[in-house]
Each structure stands twice: as C-alpha cells, then as structure tokens.
C-alpha cells in the first residue's frame, strides 16, 4: 500500500484520472473529510461496507452442485410463518 | 432521493406475465406460448437485465436472467446466461421484510435513468448458508435496483446503510437438541 501524507486541501491522482482531496479534517474526532472525483464507471465505497457487501456476494453465489436444493423447502417454510404472499 | 417503503402486503413479481402463477392448466397454456420468446428450461419467464456496472465483486455480471420456478417463490433467480454462469437466489422485499425504508441516492437513480419511484424494482440477494440449521439471509444494504421501464440495473448501496445488514436472518430451522 503506498503510503503518502497530505495536508488539509490537497489531492493525490490515481491513475491519471482519479482525484481524492482532503477536504476537511475534525481535530476532535479525528475524521477526514475526502471528496473523490472519477469517472462514472469506478465505484467508490466506504471499506467496512463494501467488505460487508463483498462477502455477502460471494456467499451468495448458488453453488452448482448443490445447487441451493433447499429452496423449496425454505420457501415452504417462509410462507407458513409469514403473511400470505402472492394474489392466489 | 427516493424513498421507499413497502408495508406488508404480498404481491407478485412485477415481470410473472403469465408465468408461474397463474391457476388453471388452460390459462398455463396460454401463458406459455405468450412468453415463448423469454421462456427458460423452468415453469417461470424469464426477464433479461442489464448490470452496466456488474455487481460488487463481480464486475463482469453484466447479463442476467430472472427465472422461477412456482416451488421456489417468494425465491426467484438471477441467473447469468450459458452453462457457467453464474447464479444468485434473489427476492422482492415486499411483503416479506418489515420497515424497509430504503433510501437510494441520486447519482445511482441516475445511473439507472430513473425518473421515478414508480419505475424502480428492487430485488435482494439471498444467502442460503447451507449450514445445520439450514439458515437464509438476505442482504438489505445493497438491493438490485431495477429501472422496470428499460430493464437496466445495479447494486446500489442505500444512504441510509447503518439502518440494515447485508446479512438479515430470514429463517433458520429450531434447534434440535
């Protein structure tokens, strides 16, 4: 990871293209404000969420060979134990 | 910003024409021979996404198919076209999470070209752990939000991210001993 130090206001580029400027710092909290600019197309997010949202993707992928065969029995049980679904 | 909110009131997927849910044998029929065109290997249609932007960790789950099957709702699929593709269980939180208030920010509701609440669809991704206590979550921090008018979507991580988890228990079996 590179490390670098920047003062309240200013900026590194990454990759030519992709700006991330110190904007505000809270001596008291020891929060950083930063403000990103890049093409629409990169995503940004905060770590911790992201990692959350990540793991729970790659979690979620059906495994082929099991192939998540549970699910109707899952369904099953979902709507005995909720209000009914559907317009049946 | 849009919000939304869903009481707890059951309704059916918005993209079912004819598909699983429909009662009698003869309107089955019908049915199929009007979704013949998006129809899959399973009972229900199917409705092509498109994800410009992939989704977390997968950049490249660019195309996917939404398919069910009756025995399976309120589960339903996505599903990424050919034989390896990749494949998430998703559902609608309608009716099935309780005080979901989700807000979507503006850049992302421009991503998608939406213009209104009334065009936005979400599905939410399911965890089926697979372990003893055969437990399924579902993650409430990143739905798939669904432009219905052009079929375009993207995971989209709500503002108001603190209020949820990314791993909400849907069910899990009693303990047995």
Do not use: W
Not at chain 2, 27 to 50: D, I, P, Y
Not at chain 2, 60 to 86: C, D, N, Q, T, Y
Not at chain 2, 111 to 120: A, F, G, H, R, T
């Amino acid at each position: 990871m590179l490390i670098l130090s920047r003062k309240n206001k200013e900026s590194i580029i990454i990759d030519d293209r992709i700006e991330v400027k110190v904007v505000e710092i809270d001596g008291a909290t020891g929060t950083v404000k930063l403000a990103v600019k890049a093409p629409k197309e990169v995503s940004i997010h905060r770590k911790e969420v992201f990692d959350a949202i990540n793991t729970a993707n790659q979690e979620a992928v059906v495994k082929k060979k099991s192939g998540a065969g549970q699910v109707p029995e899952v369904a099953k049980a979902l709507k005995e134990t909720r209000a009914p679904f559907g317009g049946e | 910003m849009i919000q939304t909110e869903k009481t707890l009131t059951g309704q059916l997927p918005f993209f079912t024409k004819g598909g699983a849910s429909t009662k009698s044998k003869e309107k089955q029929e019908k049915a199929k021979t009007q979704t013949q065109s998006a129809a899959k290997t399973e009972e229900g249609c199917g409705s092509e996404l498109n994800l410009p932007f992939g989704i977390i960790g997968f950049k490249e789950f660019k195309k996917a198919e939404i398919v069910f099957s009756e025995e399976e709702l309120p589960f339903l699929r996505l599903r990424e076209p050919g034989e390896e593709g990749l494949e998430f269980l998703v559902m609608e939180p309608y009716g099935m999470i309780p005080n979901y208030t989700l807000e979507i920010g503006d850049e992302d509701l421009r991503d998608l070209n939406i213009e209104s609440q009334k065009d936005v669809h979400l599905l939410n991704i399911v965890t089926v752990h697979g372990d003893q206590r055969s437990r399924v979550t579902v993650n409430l921090i990143a739905p798939i939000v669904i432009n219905k008018k052009t079929l375009q979507a993207k995971q989209v991580i709500v503002s108001n991210f603190h209020k949820y988890t990314a791993k909400y228990l849907l069910h899990e079996n009693e303990s047995t001993e």
